[in-house]
């Protein structure tokens, strides 16, 4: 502690999710520098400690859904079902907490509510609202990528009688849905993992669709205890596979072109990978995201399927009427979603033909029609990327604000560094692969390289790093260009481009270089004395 009363420590970060921990701990214990962690929740988690609504399960199969970073982690580490849920999750980094004693250096319950850069000092001032404030050489940003909840701005929610809740943000206590009249409004991953569970429960339930989606079965069950030895056995060949390849999961792509395969051949190979079910459909073909013909014969297939699974045309004909390639939104993976519009208790409305005018005290009202509910789920997602970011007051130097220099849009170099931040790095930051890819795989190379690049500086006593303009700019043109390559910004009602928030700048966030590929450029910066960035 400062006479001054501030707190000092060589790192602040923000964050107890998968990245905060990891960044601790490397800094902690393998650079030996004094950290503090700062964690709004009461616990660490991160993602998984909010998302707790019914359903709410990883998309990752769990043997990839962890950190490789120790082997004897993985070893001692023991998931139960191919994809893990919110507290199997929840009880995994409680377990990585306790095992390096991460606990001591976090202060929970906290919120940071203003990061400051003071330049004559070279430090970063971050204050909370418990009144403290912290001076940082190094301040890291680990607060997720899918944090700040998207609350629509529906008029008359105010008024609403029943009550109402966002799958980000869900109580703890749980939602009794029984024999309710429920209503949804979403259906992306979230939605769809949802719905089939609250349906078992509520007395009805109204899907409120804007964008139909396609899903893909998760063939969830319990790991065999084959499956469980495989796993511990093959933890270097698991590793290389999730680290060499474009996504970050546990597969590779098949290097086959869809539509260069005779037709049968295809329909066989997909009707496979279906049964096989999960992310892995999509790897069946590796030009799914860069050929429209390829892509339409996959899109095809599911809209095939789900006209299959659903019995009432009518419903079916609402959730096939999709407007995006396949996988150029985040493709869901499901248990059962198709199927529970075979419910009774079950409807769809579609909302592009006419949209929600207002909440009322008694529903959600659209044109003339009144849907009287007890419960709105709201499963609309987040202001991805750049809004748990800009939540925070952050100002570099001359005063600077984050929110003001990405006004028009994120820009930074590498999604890891804003030009006129300096020594703030943000871990899966906008541009960065992050969301494209199996988080902890891009969030152990995001964090592997801050803390590379840290001890390179404290060993060679360098005060400052900072990302420069050109280098900035530069990456921004080549995440456009990596996203053009693809068929991915075809997707107009995405959160890759920030269009389910309304007012955001449309610019595509995301880094679609491949996960392999954007390791290699950033190994390359830091094999190059840190190439883009001026350190002082
Ligand atoms: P998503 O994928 O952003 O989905 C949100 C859903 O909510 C989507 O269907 C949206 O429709 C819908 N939405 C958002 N705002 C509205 C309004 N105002 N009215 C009607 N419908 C609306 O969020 P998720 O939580 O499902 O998933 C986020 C990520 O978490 C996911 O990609 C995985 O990476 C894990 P839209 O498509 O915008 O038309």
């Known amino acids: 502690v400062s006479t001054s009363g501030a707190i000092e420590v060589d790192a602040l970060i923000i964050g107890a999710g998968f990245s905060g921990l990891y960044q601790l701990l490397s800094l902690r214990d393998k650079l030996n520098l004094s950290v503090q962690v700062i964690e709004v929740a009461d616990e660490v988690g991160g993602t998984w400690y909010w998302n707790r609504y019914p359903g709410a399960r990883c998309d990752s199969e769990s043997h990839s859904y962890q950190y490789y970073f120790s082997d004897e982690l993985v070893k001692e580490w023991e998931w139960t079902q191919r994809y893990p849920d919110h507290a199997e999750i929840r009880q995994y980094l409680g377990h990585v907490a306790k095992k390096f004693d991460l606990k001591a250096n976090i202060k929970f319950k906290t919120r ?20 403290d404030t912290y001076v940082a050489k190094y301040f890291i940003t680990a607060v997720g990528c899918l944090s700040s909840a998207n609350i629509p701005k529906i008029a008359g929610l105010e008024s609403f009688g029943g009550e109402w809740y966002h799958t980000g943000q869900w109580p703890h206590e749980g939602v009794d849905f029984t024999g309710k009249r429920v209503g949804i409004i979403g259906t992306g991953s979230t939605g769809i993992q949802a719905i089939p569970v609250i349906a078992e429960q509520a007395g009805h339930l109204t899907v409120f669709q804007r964008t139909a989606n396609y899903s893909i079965p998760s063939r969830n069950a319990p790991l065999t205890d084959q499956f469980k030895q495989f796993a511990k056995e093959k933890i ?25 395969t005779p037709e049968a051949e295809r329909r066989a190979i997909m009707e496979k990978a279906w049964e096989k079910g999960g992310l892995e ?70 909302l592009r033909k006419t949209p929600i005018d207002s909440i009322t005290p008694k529903g959600i009202k659209i044109g003339d029609q009144e849907y009287e509910l007890d419960i709105i789920v709201f499963a609309t997602g987040f202001d991805a990327m750049t809004g748990p970011l800009l939540n925070i007051n952050i100002t570099g130097k001359n005063n600077t604000a984050l929110k003001d220099v990405w006004s028009t849009g994120p820009s930074n170099y590498l999604g890891l560094q804003v030009p006129g931040f300096p020594n703030m790095f943000t871990i899966t930051g906008p541009g960065s692969p992050s969301v494209l890819c199996n988080m902890p795989v891009a969030i152990e190379q995001h964090v592997d390289w801050i803390t590379h690049c840290i001890a390179d500086m404290q060993a060679n006593g360098l005060q400052k790093i900072e990302a420069t303009a050109k280098a900035a700019n530069d990456w921004v043109q080549e995440v456009n260009v990596a996203a053009n390559a693809t068929l991915l910004p075809q997707a107009k009602h995405s959160w890759y481009l920030g ?18 590929n954007y390791r290699k450029i950033c190994d390359d910066v830091a094999k190059n004395s840190y190439t883009g960035f001026q350190r002082t």
């Open 281 to 350: 459909f999509r790897a069946c073909f590796d030009d799914i995201l860069i050929n429209k013909d390829s892509n339409d014969t996959m899109a095809e297939f599911v809209c095939e399927k789900i006209r299959a699974i659903v019995r009432d045309p009518a419903k079916a004909e609402v959730l096939a009427d999709i407007d995006h390639p396949f996988a150029t939104k985040r493709p869901p993976v499901d248990t059962h979603y198709f199927e529970t519009y075979n419910r009774d208790n079950v409807s769809i409305v579609n």
């Open 499 to 516: 269009a389910n928030v309304p007012g955001k700048p449309r610019v595509f966030m995301p880094y679609a270089g491949g996960m392999a």
């Open 112 to 131: 940071v509510t203003a990061a400051k850069y003071h330049e004559a000092s070279n430090r970063w001032h971050i204050t909370t609202d418990a009144g």
């Open 236 to 260: 270097s060949d698991i590793r290389h596979v999730m680290h060499t390849n474009t996504n970050g999961h546990a597969f590779r792509m098949v290097p086959r072109s869809a539509i260069a």
